[in-house]
């Protein structure tokens, strides 16, 4: 069973930074980041294959970065000039062949 450890979530103002990371405990094809508020349809946010091909969302472009580390099974996502429509759960996804993985989600909150 593949696990998905995610970090990094939390609280900050609007014009300010956070990093969320999210460990595998094996090789997955590509991984990424969706998020999810109260009443609305997960969507989303970032997404980068072991080759590196990239895709974001237009909201997110110009402000945050996603960045993978095979070595570690590990991908980065940096959120720059963070915004309180941000606000959501944010959760980790990867996936190997068919099958598709989540991590459990991690609360990003952006004060105004």
């Known amino acids: 069973q593949v696990q998905l ?3 990094g979530g939390g609280l900050v103002q609007a014009g300010g930074s956070l990093r969320l990371s999210c460990a595998a405990s094996e090789i997955m094809f590509s991984m990424g980041w969706y998020r999810q508020v109260p009443g609305k349809q997960r969507e989303l946010v970032a ?4 080759s590196g091909y990239i895709n974001y969302a237009d909201s997110v472009k110009g402000r945050f970065t996603i960045s993978r580390d ?3 099974n590990t991908v ?3 959120m720059n000039s963070l915004k309180p429509e941000d606000t959501a759960v944010y959760y980790c996804n990867a ?3 068919l099958d598709m993985y989540w991590g459990q989600g991690t609360q990003v909150t952006v004060s105004s």
């Open 95 to 97: 996936l190997k062949g």
């Open 76 to 78: 980065y996502l940096q």
């Open 47 to 50: 997404r980068i294959t072991s």
């Open 70 to 72: 095979n070595a570690k």
């Open 5 to 7: 450890a995610e970090s």
